[in-house]
């Protein structure tokens, strides 16, 4: 059984000064933090959905994700700057401190699904 540990946040945030639609996750899995980008375990079908959706061809590599985004004015980020997970579990993530999520320059609020994530206290940015 693998234990728990603490994964700080891997990633930059994905965006532009177009970017106008803002799709976030919580924490990059083992395989994404290992393919060093977001969504990367060939059996996530977050890049085939988005592509189709965006009505583009499907992204190959790291560079071609980027550009799908960007030219879709689409923004992509995680909330957790850091948190307490178990190999790629990140149904019920826990923030260790409420400072570790990331940090906005604008004071937004995100809301969220407290049903989904009971153990997530505080999920905002300051």
Request: with cysteine.
């Amino acid at each position: 059984m693998h234990k728990e540990e603490i994964q700080v946040h891997p990633f930059p945030p994905i965006y532009d000064k177009d970017s106008r639609i803002l799709i976030l996750g919580t924490m990059p899995s083992v395989a994404s933090r290992q393919n060093q980008f977001y969504y990367g375990h060939p059996q996530n079908r977050f890049w085939k959905v988005l592509s189709v959706v965006l009505g583009s061809r499907l992204p190959e590599n790291i560079q071609e994700k980027k550009e799908l985004l960007l030219n879709h004015g689409v923004a992509l980020w995680d909330v957790l700057a850091s948190c307490r997970i178990q190999m790629s579990k990140d149904k019920l993530p826990h923030p260790d401190v409420e400072g570790q999520l990331h940090q906005g320059s604008r004071g937004q609020r995100f809301r969220f699904d407290a049903e989904k994530y009971p153990d997530m206290r505080h999920l905002y940015q300051r």
